[in-house]
């Protein structure tokens, strides 16, 4: 120990004794309500923590979309992978609950099937998840975290252990924690599932209590929901000194006990990922809650005394993070890595590629440029073919009885000069992709592309095609799924056929027990596309007493050759774009949903002033009766296993439209009206809107068009419809 730890206490408790500026409660409420406008939520001090309630929600501030559950594919030999999500402080414009326009993407992570739960890090004292990430985390079956971090810096840090007795339902008296209270509050209130507690420097000695922290985790845990998440970060210890084990040890064991898991600093070796096994074990405790911390940053070039050290301790990160997973994986522990979207913030341009290189071990761009200086590839060396990917936990797409997928980006292409239009809670379910050549001349390939997925064909031999067989020779797989064939699934997919039935055809498969089938329906029309629609259950093995319930693993493609070959010159040729796949129950409701009450309501004051479309929703009975919107039940009596919102019902989210052109989309009952047409309303101008609903399934429903005049003498009627 240096100089520098030993004097730790005496400078931590001297800022502790130094007056600190009281925040001017306008100036932070004046921010949080321009925040909000983004839908982002934020408390920099304890002050604030303290002053907020409830009634503070705005609604475009909440996630409204559910965690799918999903199962995992591989439980053995593979690692489980939280992703610590810090870049450059967060809260990004391109993350606002309305989109934003950029001119190049940004950190998005679209590999979402190798990832068990994301953490929202930011250096303010707690840190809520946009719900823009929260929506597109759920939908992939992935845990929202936040988190709650307490630095060098932070002020009044002993608020964290105050506690005040409460009288119980049963006359007892309990021992409450008012930033467990608030902590778990607004957890539930903004729609995510849980927290990292990130805590960096020493308690005043005159309220530590190792006791107390854990009573503090134990509340947390207790007002969450089931199945939310504490995570503990490996800082300060039980003996109230910030001492980076880099393992679990008895310094930090108590924490971990008290929370659901526990995050190490990042400076850990084999040795100690042995020792924190052992000890596991000796306490009976679940080995997979213990992360293991990956420092992605490790892998840039810093001054020796600022230098950030992870495992391997030579250029490990970066694009060597799946070095680290590996070893790991053997243990059978949990990974936590930091700083994922590194190969944005630190690469620019060729973010996308590094970020494909760290998790699937493809081969860096040839012109690779960073800050690191000139040999930028030889301070940031590939791995080849041995990504994050190859050793990371994966998991099914969509639930047991549920998968949709419109293949959105959260990165839309505005056309050849406008740019890109960022929506990040917009992602869809993206696939695992998997390709198969059984004939071996004949590779499928497939790729996301502007809201499609597109396959096409790559030769591998001098000869294109030259095959004439009336089995298929390729296929793709297009997700891995655990779906319940108990009882019969609708498969609907929408899809565009690119290739001449003279060369070629395509058939959709599942496997069910290891077995490929294919699948027999009806193609229509529809919109100039094709719509194949089938009803699936379970094979005859499912009538084995050994196999009580059926499951299907993939979901693909199959090409069948035709009568005609493809020319030599030929080297890349489409053959099928598909827009949407949907599988449900058969037996699924088929309710009907009116959108109605279109209004435009003025919120906020001074510069902050806008306007607002509002809207309803329910239940259509007949052409003429509607009623209140619940979850539907299927004829047995049981809930539809379908996503359901509490503050959205069936509808995933709402395209605006105005005067005939789609201006934006909504995940609340509310939308933000641009200013050029707040100041049409304002010039006494009539605008059209129409609102359109989209359900977590893919259905659409239509408001009739609404004509908003302006509605200036009206005001007071409507404001009392949004608080701000």
Not at 335 to 344: L, N, Q, R, S, T
Not at 363 to 382: I, M, N, T, V, Y
Not at 403 to 419: D, I, P, Q
Not at 490 to 519: D, E, V, W
């Amino acid at each position: 120990m240096g100089l520098k730890d030993i004097l730790k206490p005496i400078r931590d408790r001297l800022d502790d004794l130094m007056p600190t500026p009281t925040p001017d409660r306008r100036e932070w409420q004046h921010r949080q309500q321009r925040e909000a406008l983004k839908g982002f939520a934020y408390f920099e001090s304890f002050e604030e923590l303290h002053a907020w309630s409830t009634e503070d929600v705005d609604p475009l501030q909440v996630s409204n979309t559910l965690l799918i559950s999903r199962a995992p594919l591989s439980k053995y030999g593979k690692a489980t992978i939280t992703l610590i999500h810090d870049y450059a402080g967060n809260y990004k414009d391109y993350e606002s609950c309305q989109g934003f326009d950029v001119s190049e993407e940004n950190y998005c992570c679209e590999y979402l099937q190798y990832v068990d739960a994301f953490v929202y890090f930011s250096h303010k004292l707690v840190c809520v998840p946009p719900p823009t990430w929260t929506n597109t985390l759920h939908r992939n079956g992935v845990k929202s975290l936040g988190t709650f971090i307490i630095e060098p810096g932070s002020c009044h840090v002993e608020k964290i252990l105050q506690s005040e007795s409460v009288l119980a339902d049963d006359g007892r008296l309990m021992t409450r924690y008012p930033v467990a209270s608030q902590l778990a509050k607004i957890a539930r209130a903004y729609g995510f599932d849980g927290w990292l507690m990130n805590i960096e420097k020493t308690i005043p000695s005159q309220y530590w209590s190792a006791d107390k922290m854990c009573n503090f985790l134990n509340q947390l845990r207790s007002d969450m929901p089931a199945g939310h998440s504490v995570m503990w970060y490996d800082a300060l210890t039980v003996e109230n000194e910030v001492i980076y084990q880099n393992s679990m040890t008895m310094k930090n064991l108590p924490f971990f006990e008290a929370s659901n898991s526990i995050l190490t600093n990042y400076h850990w070796d084999p040795v100690k990922v042995r020792d924190a096994h052992v000890l596991s074990k000796s306490r009976e405790l679940d080995w997979h809650n213990v992360n293991f911390g990956v420092d992605v940053w490790a892998q840039t070039k810093r001054p020796e005394k600022n230098k950030r050290i992870t495992w391997p301790e030579e250029h490990g990160g970066g694009t060597r993070t799946s070095l680290a997973v590996k070893e790991l994986a053997r243990s059978g522990c949990s990974v936590g890595i930091f700083g994922p979207a590194m190969a944005y913030q630190h690469f620019g341009q060729y973010g996308k590629a590094v970020d494909e290189t760290m998790w699937f071990g493809v081969p860096l761009p040839e012109d690779l440029r960073c800050d690191c200086g000139e040999k930028a590839q030889a301070f940031h060396p590939e791995n080849i073919f041995n990504g994050i990917a190859k050793f990371a936990k994966s998991y099914t797409a969509g639930s047991a009885g549920f998968l949709y997928t419109n293949f959105e980006r959260a990165f839309e292409v505005r056309g050849e000069k406008s740019g890109l239009r960022a929506h990040v809670g917009a992602q869809s379910v993206l696939p695992n992709i998997q390709s198969e050549s059984i004939h071996q001349d004949v590779l499928l390939r497939g790729e996301v592309r502007d809201g499609r997925f597109l396959i096409t064909t790559l030769s591998r031999g001098e000869d294109f095609w030259n095959i004439q067989s009336s089995k298929p020779i390729a296929s793709i797989q297009l997700f891995k799924i655990d779906m319940t064939f108990t009882q019969p699934i609708r498969i609907r997919i929408k899809y565009s056929a690119k290739l001449s039935p003279n060369l070629g055809t395509i058939k959709f498969f599942l496997t069910q027990h290891g077995r490929a089938q294919y699948i027999e329906g009806q193609v229509h029309m529809e919109s100039g596309s094709c719509v194949f629609e089938a009803i699936v259950v379970g094979d005859k093995l499912a009538e084995d007493p050994r196999r009580k319930n059926p499951r299907s693993g993939d979901l693909g493609v199959y090409l069948f050759s035709g009568q005609e070959n493809f020319s030599r010159q030929t080297a890349r040729v489409p053959i099928v774009e598909i827009h949407e796949i949907s599988m449900q129950p058969a037996d699924s409701p088929n309710n009907k949903y009116s959108i109605r009450n279109i209004q435009v309501a003025k919120a906020g004051i001074d510069d902050l002033a806008h306007r607002r479309l509002t809207w309803d929703f329910q239940e259509q009975i007949s052409k003429f009766r509607d009623c209140a919107a619940e979850k539907p039940r299927l004829a047995d009596g049981s809930l539809d296993q379908r996503p359901w919102s509490d503050t959205t019902g069936p509808f995933s989210y709402f395209k605006i439209s105005v005067d005939g052109e789609e201006i934006g989309r909504a995940y609340a009952l509310q939308f933000i009206l641009p200013e050029h047409l707040a100041g049409r309303l304002e010039d006494d101008k009539v605008i059209q809107v129409k609102v359109i609903g989209v359900t977590f399934w893919g259905d659409e429903f239509s408001s009739e068009v609404t004509e908003i005049p302006n509605l200036a003498a009206e005001w007071e009627m409507v404001d009392r419809m949004i608080v701000m």
